[in-house]
């Protein structure tokens, strides 16, 4: 790889402002110029700096800090995660508080089905019970926990 395809590579990964992309272009071709009069090859430069993606994101936080912007791809997925994140833990909360009131109207609201006729055997179909008890606690829990999940992982994510 050449000096240019390199510094390329980098501010094709580097998210900065302009002004900032500018500076770190014209930092960079002189510290790998200077690098290559004194006698390193692009091989041991490449090696030195790192490859080029992590070199942008330690530049990002060097010349932004902390409040680096977050690229696009990585914002898509973050979004799309907290959604699912969200829409699984609901739909598992309703689905169990859904099962605590009907096994508490079970009793009130139990089937009869009859099949048979005039001329032969008639049987009697009753049904009473909705769901086990561990599933109707298990899941409200287990959407409690996916929920705290999230949010833990939310903070240590944030920028």
Known sequence: MTDKQYINRVMHHL??????RDRVRED????????LENGE??????DRMGKPYHLATELEQNY???CAPMPKGKKFLRVAAIIAIIASA??????????????????????????GGADGPTS????????????????????????????????????
């Open 28 to 35: 960079l071709t002189q510290d790998i110029r200077a690098a």
């Open 41 to 46: 090859t692009m091989e041991q430069i490449i």
């Open 15 to 20: 998210h900065l402002p302009g002004d900032l």
């Open 90 to 115: 609901f739909s598992l909360l309703s689905n169990g508080i859904k099962m605590l009131i009907l096994n508490s109207i079970a009793n009130e609201a139990a089937s009869i089905g009859i099949i």
């Open 64 to 66: 932004l800090g902390e």
């Open 124 to 159: 009697i179909f009753v049904t009473t019970t909705i769901a086990p008890m561990w599933k109707i606690i298990a899941q409200p829990a287990l959407a409690v926990v996916v929920i705290v999940a999230a949010i833990i992982i939310l903070r240590k994510t944030k920028r």
